[in-house]
């Protein structure tokens, strides 16, 4: 089954930092565009950090200097290091994975999401 598995939440203090990963099975991980997304309460989901399949990042400005997203597709995995954080990064982050085939279909994963409490 194709599946993203995301790890590394928790509760941190603010200005501590933490690491996401989010790795994946049974894809053609390097064709894949990966995005980390997060949802705080009440809000809607929000774009943090995207990374193309060769390597380009964008960032949102609120995370731009503090945040990195990174991937090593040896590992089929992506990651998301997270520096400074403050209490507004709180949130559910996810995963997400798209790609096009050849017949120009989109492919679209998600993981389930990993818990991230900044808070003293």
């Known amino acids: 089954q194709v599946q993203l598995v995301e790890s590394g939440g928790g509760l941190v203090q603010p200005g501590g930092s933490l690491r996401l990963s989010c790795a994946a099975s049974k894809i053609n991980f390097s064709a894949y565009g990966m995005m980390w997304l997060r949802q705080a309460p009440g809000e809607e989901r929000e774009l943090v950090a995207a990374?193309?399949?060769?390597?380009?990042?964008n960032y949102a400005d609120s995370v731009k200097g503090r945040f990195t997203i990174s991937r090593d597709n040896a590992k089929n995995t992506v990651y998301l290091q997270m520096n400074s954080l403050k209490p507004e990064d709180t949130a559910v982050y996810y995963c997400?994975?798209?790609?096009?085939?050849?017949?120009?279909?989109?492919?679209?994963?998600w993981g389930q999401g990993t818990q991230v409490t900044v808070s003293s």
């Open positions: 990374i193309t399949s060769g390597g380009s990042t």
């Open positions: 997400n994975g798209k790609r096009r085939t050849a017949s120009n279909r989109e492919l679209e994963l």
